[in-house]
C-alpha cells in the first residue's frame, strides 16, 4: 500500500536553528513528490516538486532533497514567520491522478 | 496566479440537513479534487474529477456525492449532513500530474 510518514510530528526552533524535516515514502513507482506550506485556517500553498533521487529545489530558507525512500525539507537559519505545517504528498506513476498526503509537521519558530 | 474561490469559510448546518459547497477555479485545470482535513487524520481525498461531468471516488466518498457541470467548477453535496461529518473541506485543482492549488477552505460544522 502507498504511504507516506513525516516526522516529527511537531518541531519547536528558535530563530536561526536550522533543521530539517523528513517524509518516508513507500510507493509502486514514483511519479512526482511535492512540499506544501500550510498555515492556520488556510489551504496548503505549493512549495517544490521532486522528481528523482538526487534532485534538489531551493527557495529562500528552504531546501528539499530527495533519496529513494525519503525526502527532506531543510530549514536554514529560521525565522517566526517560517512557523506553519509543511506537508509531504506522493504521487505513484500507477496511482492515476490520486495524491497521497503525509499527516505534516507542525513547525513553530520562536523568535 | 491561479486562484481557487470555495463558496464559503465557514457553514454551520443541522443534521439531516442537503449541504452544497461549491469550488471555481480560473486556471483552465483539467484536475479538480475534494478533500477534508481532520486533526491527526491529515488530508483525506474524497472525490476528484479529471474532465467535464467525470468523477472518481477517492478514499471517503460515503455519504457525499460531486457534480462538475463545468470545467471551471466543482461541487461537493453532503446528502444529509451528519455530526461526523463536521470538518475542514478543501477544494484544489491542478493539471493533470502536477501539483495542486488550493482554495482557502471551508470550516463546516454539523450540529
Known amino acids: 500500500e502507498d504511504q507516506v510518514t513525516q516526522s516529527p510530528e511537531a518541531l519547536r526552533l528558535q530563530e536561526g536553528e536550522s533543521s530539517s524535516l523528513n517524509c518516508s515514502y513507500t510507493?509502486?513507482?514514483?511519479?512526482?513528490l511535492f512540499w506544501y506550506r500550510q498555515d492556520p485556517g488556510k489551504g496548503p500553498e505549493f512549495l517544490f516538486t521532486?522528481?528523482?533521487a538526487g534532485e534538489e529545489k531551493e527557495k529562500e530558507r528552504l531546501k528539499a532533497t530527495l533519496t529513494k525512500k525519503e525526502s527532506f525539507l531543510h530549514i536554514t537559519a529560521p525565522k517566526p514567520e517560517d512557523s506553519a505545517t509543511y506537508l509531504c504528498?506522493?504521487?505513484?506513476?500507477?496511482?492515476?491522478?490520486?495524491?497521497?498526503f503525509g499527516a505534516g509537521t507542525r513547525l513553530f519558530v520562536k523568535a | 496566479d491561479v486562484k481557487v474561490t470555495q463558496s464559503s469559510r465557514y457553514l454551520v448546518k443541522r443534521t439531516g440537513e442537503k449541504v452544497f459547497l461549491e469550488c471555481v477555479q480560473d486556471m483552465d485545470h483539467e484536475n479538480m479534487f475534494w478533500y477534508r482535513q481532520d486533526p491527526g487524520l491529515g488530508l483525506r481525498l474524497i472525490y476528484f474529477s479529471y474532465d467535464v461531468k467525470m468523477k472518481e471516488k477517492g478514499d471517503i466518498p460515503e455519504g457525499y456525492s460531486v457534480s462538475r457541470e463545468k470545467k471551471e467548477r466543482f461541487s461537493l453535496i453532503l446528502e444529509s449532513a451528519s455530526t461526523n461529518q463536521t470538518s475542514m473541506y478543501l477544494c484544489?485543482?491542478?493539471?493533470?500530474?502536477?501539483?495542486?492549488?488550493f482554495g482557502p477552505g471551508t470550516r463546516l460544522t454539523v450540529l
Open positions: 504528498a506522493v504521487q505513484a506513476s500507477t496511482g492515476g491522478f490520486k495524491t497521497i
Open positions: 510507493v509502486s513507482g514514483l511519479r512526482g
Open positions: 484544489a485543482s491542478s493539471l493533470p500530474y502536477n501539483e495542486q492549488f
Open positions: 521532486l522528481y528523482s
